[in-house]
């Protein structure tokens, strides 16, 4: 499946239209380095075109993000076991690319809002192909070839080690893409917002500061802890203990958006544009060191993984409904423990767009339901945490059958939050009450749904069912505040 | 058949005061199995009944509900039983010792003998007199009447003048209930003090105006005499202030004062002058000890110890640090076995989760994060941030975004994570765990950290123990497949049974299980699971009393390793020096021995305001120009202690004496080096906190004076779950959590911020006149029945 943006990506231009010449005398050398933009599409400002690529990237960072969540999730079983200690730090690892993944999306989206464009988590089903990926987008289970995608779809430019020269080699005896890699989106963005004539000082505005997210809110101290007093040099290691940075920077200047960008590109996907090797390692190099050690041990065994039997692309729907590519879980109870977790995508997908909207120096009223609001964001990434670690042990299909479910991270029909704010929290309540259908069906004892769960499924949806409780009588009592319940209760 | 050993369990019994004649009936707390996520229930349990007259247990049976308070306002006192177990011949394990029992030895009830001694040591900890210590023993008896407490001190105005610690009584076995056993009944809780002239009351009251029913001591509770010193007993407010150029040493408590002064109080917001009101009151803490000489045999003997505190009065939740986890710790080390199953590991780290969420429900989590409360200044709010401003001399600032705290969405936060991991998701968080190292970390990523928001013992931002951090990193690591279980652990839940049965364990396995042992007819409140744990300085006990001598021949200060006594002519010269540095050589497990060692002293830092995310700076100011803070001594000590318990290690004392500064560990300096030997904290193999580390009154001396102060002055970042600040608590309209202070009067839903002054809160002498009345029970987070105050 291609994309709504792609015929604007390499756009052919008119006989009447030239391209727009690029503006000179305004680039860093960094950006001197960066390729020339293609010509604007017609039919686009520069600063839309500008806010059409941010979109594409955050489609790109959401798509990666969730590959990486799913392939993290697909860990485990009788090939884990076998290296336990091994296979539970790639969890950590990809679960933490994960993570700063998240923190480019949530940067990009404020940088869209600096440019005055309209946030962006919207992305496509899986699986689905994009002009700035060299593969199709596909949840799968890890394995030596999807790992070697992750390694060459954040291979940076000029690779020298040896060491890296021979994963490259390795890599490309797997896989081979004929596309650009993710790095070439943030070439353009770069480029872009880096040129004054095309993106005009006019275009920042430095009021979205308030709505952008901030580390405070978002960071959960996933970043290097402070150097120590009296460090001699801030190029000294800081303290990784958690082996991780996640970067969500607010921007209220061009500059700032450069440097954020720079920093968003330089740790994954566009190695060439870091700003310093005393950084945490690249994705790159966190996958190409899980790619060396799964092909050592493929290498003696050649049946080895470290995965369960999930299945590509998880579909939770009627089968026939599925699209190519994508495979339809037909057990039941899994089936509703997919949709369970279709629910609570879509309410974290709907909060993280909503969000937006409110300023973090609004009048009480309003800037505490961004409290309660980033509370539950957090909220219902662990519940997808503990719903996707129930799903790859539940069946597929026949419950004889050794294939396991998968979490299927499938988009809601439409993330547009309903206005006026009042039916967004109505919407809330809808599906919270479309949880507590399937949590009841799950837990009725005359249904027997929980057969082949195991202990962990009933414990968490009865903490489920009581946290929702909770969470309902708190969205009531704002639609009080609103005026709104009698139209909710009715 | 011989009886080869005694044990008294629990040997470590909580009775809590009240002043209603009949104790609390008996009671656990369980989890709703439907609702993980809400408070515990109280569960009445089997309650034995004790016939006033002849001392038997004429009956038992369980109550419909639990009454924590009577009708008339009057607490129900907890009183233990403390029952007697006895080890025959070659067995392993104990039995209850029974009137059958003992006459198969030859025995009979009679031929048991108890000596109860209790102290009471707060006022003597402050004014350094030992004729301040309030001293009551029973002398040894054998018969089934009461035998009172009568604490009495060389500085009461006479021989008959005493403090009322309560009762011990010997259970008088018959045939349905054969077993021994003695029980503690606590005192009510009355305040002491001098006995005063009209005018020296009257010059009390004109002190401040505003104070309009300063208490005033009953005349049978009169009994210090004023002219001994405790009476306007003051430590100039320069030491407070911590004037670098005050040369006289004061032997300060922490936090200071920390008892009821003359008023304005507090003395923090009144020019540091602390002037004490001269009083005392019926807590204490002390030891049972029993002995038996069975016909024909050698007399045997056993302790166990017993304190008196105030009501636990969230009863149906549990803190996250509690004394239980801080007595875990010595008992199975700081670290993890790696043989304890994964199930264990997981449903531990559960635990520590649950009880989180159970702290931070009681906290105003945007009051105690330092925002502003209805736009007055949070420096004027008690808080853990204003504390660290006024510890460090620099302005305020608050932990989190200001806009994103909130008591329901962060304890929702933390719900969620709780539910995460009952679905099976290993610990994703633990480096976000504040390290027991990292307490003076006041940069925002330091002060982050897990848990935030409260104190520890040292003053600094409160950790938890090794082995609860452990517990988590352990559960991180744990495989990705784990056999599939359903273990909830619940209060009353035997800990041995969680527990690995190998024999390296079994040692500190019994331990436990007598540490943690449920004596028929207490309530789950008698226990050290329902203790706040590493406290400045506490509530049941001050814990950190008891590592004063865990080095032979030396006495250190309870919070900063300054060594104030010697057990020994030997050591004199340490006296005034502080310990900083301690070495010893661990065994390893790839043969020789690993050198170890660590400091007692850490560095406040804070963010550099060149770049606050990732540089630092020392939080130095004139009176502590290298920023030096000491490090509570329960998670310092506990890798020595389980190494090298009963063997020497080196210490490294300041070469100069600290009494007036404070250095911190410098390799470039001179220093005083000693051998030094590790004492045991168990005495033998028992659960019994060595006599020799403290002794009776010494684990309370530390608290305050008299105890109903401190509600009114350590705020709740002390011990949220014990002594709450924010209840009833729901969402308004807004989304934002709105509800009562717990110590404001009356219950309005709008929450009055902490002030001293403020006539809508509980004030001193509201809780000294009134305690009983003002200190409400709180059950499922509201208040409880009868409780809604004015």
Redesign the interface.
């Known amino acids: 499946m291609t994309g709504r943006s792609d015929r604007h990506i390499e756009p052919t231009p008119s006989a009447v239209l030239t391209p727009t010449p690029l503006a000179s005398g305004t680039k860093s050398i960094e950006e001197a380095k960066l390729p020339a933009l293609p010509p604007k599409p017609e039919e686009m400002s520069w600063r839309d075109y500008l806010i059409m690529l941010l979109h594409i990237a955050a489609e790109l960072e959401h798509g990666l993000m969730v590959e990486y969540l799913y392939a993290a999730y697909s860990l485990g079983g009788a090939g884990a076991a076998e290296h336990s200690g091994m296979v539970t730090e790639w969890r950590d690892v990809i679960l933490t690319v994960a993570r700063e993944e998240m923190g480019h999306l949530v940067t990009v989206q404020n940088l869209l809002l600096l440019i005055g464009g309209p946030v962006s988590f919207e992305r496509q089903d899986f699986p689905w192909s994009s002009p700035f990926y060299p593969f199709d987008f596909k949840l799968e289970p890890l394995s030596l070839e999807s790992l070697a995608c992750y390694v060459y779809a954040e291979m940076p430019k000029d690779l020298t080690r040896p060491v890296d020269l021979k994963t490259q080699h390795d890599v490309n005896e797997l896989v081979t893409g004929d596309k650009p890699t993710v790095g070439e989106i943030y070439d353009r963005i770069i480029r872009l917002v880096g040129d004054r004539k095309l993106i005009p000082d006019s275009t920042f505005d430095p009021e979205s500061y308030r709505y952008q997210a901030t580390w405070d809110e978002w960071g959960r101290g996933y970043r290097p802890g402070a150097h120590k007093p009296y460090a001699k040099s801030v190029d000294t290691p800081a303290p990784y203990e958690r082996k991780t940075r996640v970067i969500v920077t607010q921007m209220a200047t061009r500059t700032e958006a450069l440097a954020a960008l720079r920093d968003v590109a330089g740790q994954g996907e566009a190695e060439h544009v870091r700003a310093t090797d005393k950084m945490e390692d690249s994705h790159f190099d966190r996958f190409a060191k899980i790619f060396r050690s799964y092909k050592r041990i493929r290498s003696k065994d050649a049946k080895w993984s470290p995965s369960r039997p999930v299945p590509e692309n998880p579909f939770a729907g009627e089968a026939r409904y599925a699209p190519d590519g994508a495979t339809a879980i037909t057990s039941k109870a899994s089936m509703a423990w997919a949709s369970l977790f279709n629910i609570r995508y879509r309410m974290l997908l709907s909060m993280l767009t909503y969000m937006y909207r409110i300023p973090r120096d609004a009048p009480e009223s309003s800037h505490l339901r961004r409290a309660g609001m980033l509370g539950r964001i957090f909220g219902e990434m662990y519940n997808l945490k503990a719903v996707a670690g129930i799903l790859v042990r539940l069946p597929l299909g026949d419950r004889k059958d050794p294939a396991r479910a998968g979490p299927p991270f499938q988009m809601p029909y439409t993330l547009s939050p309903p206005l006026p704010e009042a039916n967004f929290w109505r919407m809330h309540l809808d599906l919270l009450g479309a949880t507590a259908t399937i949590v009841d069906m799950l837990l009725d004892p005359a249904r027997d749904n929980l057969a082949d769960a195991p202990a962990d499924g009933r414990r968490y949806l009865l903490a489920l069912r009581d946290a929702d409780a909770d969470a309902r009588s708190w969205i009531e009592e704002i639609l009080v505040g609103m005026d709104a319940s009698r139209r909710t209760r009715a | 058949m011989t009886i080869r050993e005694l044990r008294i369990l629990p040997p470590f019994a909580i009775g809590r005061l009240g002043s209603a004649d009949r104790p609390l009936d008996n009671f656990s707390i369980t989890s709703e199995?439907?609702?993980?996520?809400?408070y515990r229930r109280i569960v009445p349990g089997e309650t034995l009944h004790v016939d006033e007259a002849t001392g038997e247990i004429n009956g038992r049976s369980v109550p419909a509900s639990i009454e924590f308070k009577t009708a008339e306002g009057r607490i129900r006192p907890v009183a233990p039983f403390i029952e007697l177990w006895a080890r025959i011949d070659d067995a392993a394990d104990f039995v209850p010792l029974t009137t059958d029992l003992l006459a198969k030895h030859g025995a009979k009830p009679s031929d048991v003998v108890w000596n109860v001694t209790v102290a009471n040591r707060k006022v003597e900890r402050r004014t350094g007199h030992a004729g301040d210590r309030v001293d009551a023993t029973t002398g040894t008896f054998s018969d089934h009447a009461p035998r009172t407490l009568d604490g009495h001190s060389p500085h009461f105005l006479s021989r008959t003048h005493t403090i009322d610690f309560g009762s011990v009584r010997y259970i008088k076995p018959n045939a349905a209930h054969p077993e021994i056993r003695l029980r503690f009944m606590p005192a009510k809780g009355l305040i002491y003090g001098p006995k005063l002239t009209e005018q020296e009351i009257e010059e009390m009251r004109e002190a401040d105006p505003s104070v309009t029913n300063l208490f005033v001591v009953p005349e049978k509770q009169a009994v210090y005499d004023k002219t001994k010193g405790w009476w306007k007993f003051s430590i100039p407010p320069e030491v407070r202030n911590a004037d670098p150029y005050f040369t006289t040493f004061y032997n300060e408590t922490q936090p200071p004062a920390l008892f009821a002064i003359i008023p304005p109080g507090p003395c923090w917001l009144n020019d540091n002058v602390a002037v004490s009101r001269g009083y005392l009151d019926d807590a204490c803490d002390g030891t049972v000890e029993v002995s038996l000489t069975p016909k024909g045999g050698k007399t045997l003997k056993a302790v166990g110890r017993i304190v008196a505190a105030p009501p636990a009065l969230v009863p149906d939740s549990l803190f996250v640090r509690t004394l239980a986890d801080d007595l875990d710790q010595v008992i199975f080390g700081p670290a993890i076995s790696p043989d304890e199953p994964d199930e264990v590991t997981r449903a531990r780290a559960e635990d520590i989760v649950r009880r989180a969420f159970e702290t931070v429900r009681f906290l105003n989590v945007a009051v105690m994060n330092g925002n502003p409360v209805n736009g007055r200044d949070p420096l004027d709010i008690d808080t853990m941030p204003a504390e660290e401003a006024f510890d460090v001399y620099r302005p305020m600032r608050p932990i989190?975004?200001p806009?994103?705290?909130?008591t329901?969405?962060?304890m929702?936060?933390h719900?969620?994570?709780?539910?995460?991991m009952?679905?099976?998701?290993a610990p994703?968080f633990p480096?976000?765990l504040r390290k027991p190292q990292e307490v003076a970390?006041f940069?925002?990523?330091?002060r982050?950290?897990m848990p935030a928001l409260m104190c520890g013992a040292d003053g600094n931002y409160l950790a938890l123990t090794h082995r609860q951090i452990r517990t988590m990193y352990k559960a991180a690591?744990?495989?990705?497949?784990i056999p599939?279980?359903?273990i909830?652990l619940e209060p009353d839940v035997d800990p041995s049974r969680l527990i690995p049965r190998n024999a390296s364990a079994a040692h500190p396995a019994r331990r436990a299980a007598e540490m943690h042992f449920v004596a028929q007819g207490n309530p789950v409140s008698s226990r050290p699971v329902t203790s706040i744990g590493n406290c400045t300085p506490g509530l049941e006990v001050d814990f950190r009393a008891v590592w004063r001598r865990v080095f032979e021949g030396i006495v250190l200060r309870e919070y900063d390793n300054l060594v104030m006594e010697v057990e020994h002519t030997k050591y004199k010269h340490l006296v005034g020096h502080r310990l900083l540095k301690v070495e010893y050589d661990r065994p390893s497990v790839r043969g020789a021995p690993e050198r170890k060692s660590f400091v007692t002293m850490t560095?406040q830092?804070g963010?550099?305001p060149y770049?606050?995310?990732?540089?630092?700076?020392?939080l130095s100011f004139q009176a502590s120009p290298n920023g030096i803070a000491p490090m509570e001594w329960s998670n310092m000590l506990a890798f020595m202690l389980h190494d090298r318990a009963g063997e020497t290690v080196t210490c490294f004392f300041s070469a100069d004496d600290e009494q007036l500064g404070m250095t911190g560990w410098d390799e470039t300096e001179q220093h005083i080096e000693m051998e030094l030997q590790v004492r045991q904290f168990f005495e033998g193999d028992t659960g019994v906190i060595s006599r020799t580390l403290a002794q009776p009154g010494e684990l309370t001396q530390g608290l305050c004076s008299p105890w109903q102060n401190d509600y009114r002055e350590c705020s709740c970042y002390y011990w949220a779950s014990a002594r709450p600040d924010f209840i009833n608590v729901?969402?308004?309209?807004?989304?934002?959590s709105v509800g009562d202070n717990w110590l404001q009067k009356e219950r309005t839903g709008e929450y009055v911020p902490d002030d001293y002054a403020d006539s809508r809160l509980v004030l001193y002498d509201d809780l000294f006149n009134e305690w009983e009345k003002w200190l409400r029970f709180a059950i499922e987070g509201k208040d409880a029945a009868g409780e809604a105050g004015e």
Do not use: C, M
């Open positions: 199995q439907n609702q993980p996520l809400g989190f975004a806009h994103s705290a909130d329901l969405a962060i929702a936060l719900q969620r994570v709780y539910s995460a009952r679905a099976g998701a994703w480096s976000l970390d940069t925002d990523g330091g982050r950290k690591g744990r495989p990705l497949d599939d279980s359903d909830t560095t830092i963010p550099n770049d606050t995310a990732t540089q630092s700076v020392v729901e969402a308004a309209p807004s989304g934002r």
